[in-house]
């Protein structure tokens, strides 16, 4: 089976190409990126060394109509898995009738909220006569590979250089922090399992404590073992509802948190010379 990955030198999909070719041994996977910032092709620099044929990439503009027509004559995919940013939104319409026209089976939309308004603008639109289109939504997801300026890696550079990203805040704040691995099983579970027509929400079991995070950070930094007694913490229930995935699709996260944080802490320090342009 071969899948067409667009937009996958993002942080996003090139977890997602890493996910799929080391636990899908007998998949192919075919990456199509534009190298446009904050893209990175460092981001797989090992990868086709490491799979050989098995993945192929080809620097092109999603928006280029001809060039991704001329893309899906080459194999046949199975599903085209777009990883959605404002600059490759204006061509969905367009990729979407490629792939039928290539009898592709399923195209699969993954987003985060930001962009919520073309995921349903596209299921509007879903006919069973066509390629199955699926929306995979998730805001919170994190990992190795992100870009320098998110949430995490912020962090992690103020609290090197002494700063609290949360000392001055007044009352603590909850959020969702799902692993990025977590994200990209969810993504193969609807690509595979899920109802065409349908979106299906990612999300971690619990929010987080901001000076929670923070602790699990510090700890990293100064060679300390953080504590483990997660239950100690009286957590909300996340504020993105996943249910839908979880009860259809039988998806749960399977990345504690804690080692997720600590696990990109460790990958910063080793490759934060690399993040920022």
Known sequence: MRLLVIGGYGFLGCNFIRYVLGHYHAEFVTNVDAELHPGNHQNLHEVPETYGERYEFFSRDVTDAAAMNDILSRHRYFAVIHFASETSLPATADLIAAATRHRVKRFVH??????????????????????????????????????????????????????????????????????????????????????????????????????????????????????????????????????????????????????GIQEVVHWYLRYRGRLLP
């Open 110 to 259: 993954v987003a985060g909220s930001a962009l919520s308004g073309a995921d349903d603008l596209l299921l509007e639109n879903h006919s069973t006569d066509e390629v199955e289109r699926l929306v995979v939504r998730c805001d919170s997801a994190f990992g190795e590979n992100q870009w320098a300026l998110e949430r995490l890696p912020t962090w992690i550079r103020r609290l090197m250089e002494g700063i609290s990203p949360v000392g001055d805040q007044v009352d603590g704040r909850f959020r969702d922090w799902l692993h990025v691995n977590d994200l990209c099983a969810a993504i193969m579970s609807t690509m595979l399992e899920g109802t065409p027509g349908a979106m299906y929400i990612a999300g971690p079991d619990s929010r987080l404590p901001d000076e929670v995070v923070e602790g699990w950070i510090v700890s990293v930094l100064k060679r300390q073992l953080a504590s483990s007694d997660d239950a100690l913490h009286p957590f909300p229930p996340a504020g993105e509802d996943s249910s839908k995935l979880r009860t259809e699709l039988e998806w749960h996260p399977i990345v504690r948190p804690q080692e």
